[in-house]
T-cell receptor
Framework: DSGVTQTPKHLITATGQRVTLRCSPR?????VYWYQQSLDQGLQFLIQ???????AKGNILERFSAQQFPDLHSELNLSSLELGDSALYFC?????????????FGPGTRLTVL | GDSVTQMEGPVTLSEEAFLTINCTYT??????LFWYVQYPGEGLQLLLK?????DKGSNKGFEATYRKETTSFHLEKGSVQVSDSAVYFC?????????????FGKGTKLSVIP
């Protein structure tokens, strides 16, 4: 158990819908990262927050957004969903915000768009 | 930009065989290097890490040495078990300005047969 929690574990929805994925980091970690894992693209970095502020953006679509709240949990919002958005979405956390810090991953949310 | 190349799988080995999964990287500066493991239906777990040249990371019988001269971080285990069957990801965390995320290889699926 990494100490990072994600809910829900599975999510099935239809095209055009909007969903929210939730992540709670390990106690004491200030940084939260979101990654998408798909069969064709592998593991892709989406976005990072550090202590409530957006720090880095990767290959995140404009239809996707995220935020980190004062209690440091984070939410990833996916809207106008398309079939190609079906993937595993992982949240990771680290103590600091450096790229060399160890990131601990949650169990993931499997999103299926029908 | 940063990149990680690891040997494509799948790799099938008999129990007690020797394992090597090759990983090479491209990065500026002095990155940290990681191996993560993903068991079926689960999230990514940190297996081992190394933060500077010639460091050896080790855990659960797995080892990898940070070789700056060959830009490599190959994963080895002397005697694999059925329980080692999983997907293994090599990753790089850069210390460069503006670089905060992990860059992953495509993953290598290992199957160990009794």
């Amino acid at each position: 158990d990494s100490g990072v929690t994600q809910t829900p574990k599975h999510l099935i929805t239809a095209t055009g819908q909007r969903v929210t994925l939730r992540c709670s980091p390990r106690s004491g970690d200030l940084s939260v990262y979101w990654y998408q894992q798909s069969l064709d693209q592998g593991l892709q970095f989406l976005i990072q927050y550090y202590n409530g502020e957006e720090r880095a953006k990767g290959n995140i679509l404009e239809r996707f957004s995220a935020q980190q709240f004062p209690d440091l949990h984070s939410e990833l919002n996916l809207s106008s969903l398309e079939l190609g958005d079906s993937a595993l979405y992982f949240c990771a956390s680290s103590v600091g915000g450096s790229g060399t810090d160890t990131q601990y991953f949650g169990p993931g949310t499997r999103l299926t768009v029908l | 930009g940063d990149s990680v190349t690891q040997m494509e799988g799948p790799v099938t080995l008999s129990e007690e065989a020797f394992l090597t999964i090759n990983c090479t990287y491209t990065a500026t500066g002095y990155p940290s290097l990681f191996w993560y493991v993903q068991y079926p239906g689960e999230g990514l777990q940190l297996l081992l890490k190394a933060t500077k040249a010639d460091d050896k990371g080790s855990n659960k019988g797995f080892e990898a040495t940070y070789r700056k001269e060959t830009t490599s971080f190959h994963l080895e285990k002397g005697s694999v078990q059925v329980s080692d069957s999983a997907v293994y990801f090599c990753a790089l965390g850069s210390a460069g300005a503006g670089s905060y995320q992990l860059t992953f290889g495509k993953g290598t699926k290992l199957s160990v047969i009794p």
